[in-house]
């Protein structure tokens, strides 16, 4: 039996979340595929998560599914979590599985990952492959913290690092010394003042993690890798990177329509 022609169509509709240490980052798609429509995105400081349900998704079309990486801890989960019941629409939390998507997870153990890294290399191998690249691929996500992955062109995630974001960076430097109380400088070769020399150290030490990543993925391969970088502060280190390199937006939001396809697509009401 087939539906009438006058039926309202029932939504099809993905709202996918990225939900870090410091930001929310949501976006709604009109299917959950790659390739989907984007229909509406926004990014709120997790301070102001309550506003989300009264405000930027109150006249959001309902999504029917809602899938999301969450790295923040349980009582941000449940914040936004409240701000979900204002669609029926269960959430999905990604957990890191032991492959999923094209992608072999080599974690010691594998839902131990962040489940951020986890998507966001699902994200990279995806676009690695629909132009026919499957090559090595370091991802560099600069959040929060800093994580550098390795992946072999066989999609097999061999290990990455964790190191802190720039604002971490200050901080600890700051909290732990009587003289680094001072404003943000300028990344400089050599830097001369207080200020050049802690923006430049911060910057170097995450250009050279990502540096040692690469070589270590080339060494390893035999073969020249691709590094995609993406996260809020990705373009802070564009122009101070010594590896070539693709700044790229939404590679979570590529990872979790890839994911969405797997889980969701079979209940996709058949296209006309
Ligand atoms: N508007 C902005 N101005 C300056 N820095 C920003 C801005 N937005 C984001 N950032 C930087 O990006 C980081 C947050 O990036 P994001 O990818 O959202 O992190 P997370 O996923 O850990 O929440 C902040 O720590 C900050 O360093
Ligand atoms: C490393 C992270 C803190 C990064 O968080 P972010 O900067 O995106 O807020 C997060 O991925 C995490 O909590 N990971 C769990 C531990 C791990 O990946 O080994
Ligand atoms: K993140």
Same mark, same amino acid.
């Given at each position: #039996? %087939?539906?009438?022609? %006058?039926?309202?169509?029932?939504?099809?509709?993905?709202?996918?979340?990225?939900?870090?240490?410091?930001?929310?980052?949501?976006?709604?798609?009109?299917?959950?595929?790659?390739?989907? *429509?984007?229909?509406? &995105?926004?990014?709120?400081?997790?301070?102001?998560?309550?506003?989300?349900?009264?405000?930027?998704?109150?006249?959001? *079309?309902?999504?029917?599914? +809602?899938?999301?990486?969450?790295?923040?801890?349980? /009582?941000?989960?449940?914040?936004?979590?409240?701000?979900?019941?204002?669609?029926?629409?269960?959430?999905?939390?990604?957990?890191?599985? $032991?492959?999923?998507?094209?992608? +072999?997870? @080599?974690?010691?153990?594998? %839902?131990?990952?962040?489940?951020?890294?986890?998507?966001? #290399?699902?994200?990279?191998?995806?676009?690695?492959?629909?132009?026919?690249?499957?090559?090595?691929?370091?991802?560099?996500?600069?959040? !929060?913290?800093? %994580?550098?992955?390795?992946?072999?062109?066989?999609?097999?995630?061999?290990?990455?690092?964790?190191? $802190?974001? &720039? @604002?971490?960076?200050?901080?600890?430097?700051?909290?732990?010394?009587?003289?680094? &109380?001072?404003?943000?400088?300028?990344?400089?070769?050599?830097?001369?003042?207080?200020?050049?020399?802690? !923006?430049?150290?911060?910057?170097?030490?995450?250009? @050279?993690?990502?540096?040692?990543?690469?070589?270590?993925?080339?060494?390893?391969?035999?073969? !020249?890798?691709?590094?995609? #970088? !993406?996260? /809020?502060? /990705?373009?802070?280190m564009a122009p101070h990177m010594t590896v070539p390199f693709e700044l790229v937006e939404g590679l979570i939001f590529d990872g979790l329509l890839a994911m969405a396809r797997e889980r969701f697509a079979a209940s996709m009401p058949a296209r006309a």
């Open positions: #039996m %087939t539906a009438p022609d %006058t039926a309202a169509p029932a939504s099809t509709a993905l709202l996918a979340l990225d939900v870090g240490n410091t930001r929310l980052k949501w976006a709604l798609y009109d299917r959950p595929e790659p390739g989907a *429509r984007l229909l509406a &995105h926004g990014v709120q400081f997790l301070e102001n998560i309550e506003t989300l349900a009264e405000g930027d998704w109150r006249a959001l *079309r309902p999504p029917r599914w +809602v899938l999301g990486s969450i790295v923040a801890g349980a /009582g941000v989960r449940q914040r936004v979590e409240e701000q979900l019941e204002l669609w029926d629409a269960p959430v999905q939390w990604v957990v890191p599985r $032991p492959a999923e998507a094209g992608l +072999v997870n @080599g974690y010691d153990h594998p %839902t131990r990952l962040g489940s951020d890294r986890w998507v966001a #290399m699902i994200g990279a191998r995806q676009r690695l492959l629909a132009r026919g690249e499957a090559r090595p691929c370091v991802v560099v996500m600069v959040g !929060t913290a800093v %994580t550098v992955e390795a992946i072999d062109a066989e999609g097999r995630f061999l290990g990455g690092i964790i190191l $802190p974001g &720039h @604002g971490i960076m200050l901080r600890a430097l700051e909290s732990g010394t009587a003289g680094l &109380h001072v404003p943000t400088g300028e990344v400089r070769a050599f830097p001369t003042n207080t200020s050049d020399a802690l !923006t430049s150290g911060g910057t170097f030490a995450i250009a @050279g993690a990502v540096q040692r990543m690469w070589d270590n993925l080339s060494r390893h391969t035999g073969q !020249t890798p691709v590094c995609l #970088m !993406t996260g /809020g502060a /990705g373009w802070k």
